[in-house]
C-alpha cells in the first residue's frame, strides 16, 4: 500500500489516522534500523525493528510490529509491540494490551492496559510535597 498518489501527494486516509498534524515520521514494517535515531517535537511511529538508542522530543508510538532493542529517551510512549531496554519517559508510558517491556522503566506516570507485559524495575519520581503558606507568615 503506498502513501502516495501518482503525483506524489499523501494520501489523507492513511496519515490520518497517525494525527496527520503532529506526526514528524513513522517507519513501517520491512525497514530494520540500527545506530542512534534522534526525532524532534511531535509524534513518531515505529513499526518496525529498531536495534539501537532512540531520544524523542515528542511522543513515540511503538507500534505493534514495532521491536526496539535500546535504550529510549522519550517524552511519552505507547507501547504496543516489543521493547527490549530501558525506557525513560519524562510524563508518561503506556503498555497497550499486546505490549511487552523488558528493562527498567523510569517516569512519573505509568499505564498498563489488560493483557500488557512489564519484567523489570519501575523507578517513579517522588512528588515533592505542596508547600502550604504558614498561617499569619507574611512572603
Known sequence: MSLFDKKGER???RIELLGDDNVVGFLEPG?????????????????????GEIHCEGMLVVAEQGEVEGDIHTRQISVAGKVKGNIHANESLEIKKAGVVLGGIYTPKLFVEPG????GQCHMPTPE???????????
Open 31 to 51: 525497514v530494520e534500523v540500527e545506530g542512534k535515531l534522534k526525532v524532534p517535537a511531535g509524534m513518531f511511529r515505529l513499526n518496525c525493528h529498531v536495534k
Open 11 to 13: 494520501k489523507r486516509e
Open 129 to 139: 510535597p505542596e508547600k502550604h503558606p504558614t498561617p499569619g507568615k507574611q512572603y
Open 116 to 119: 500488557g507485559y512489564f519484567d
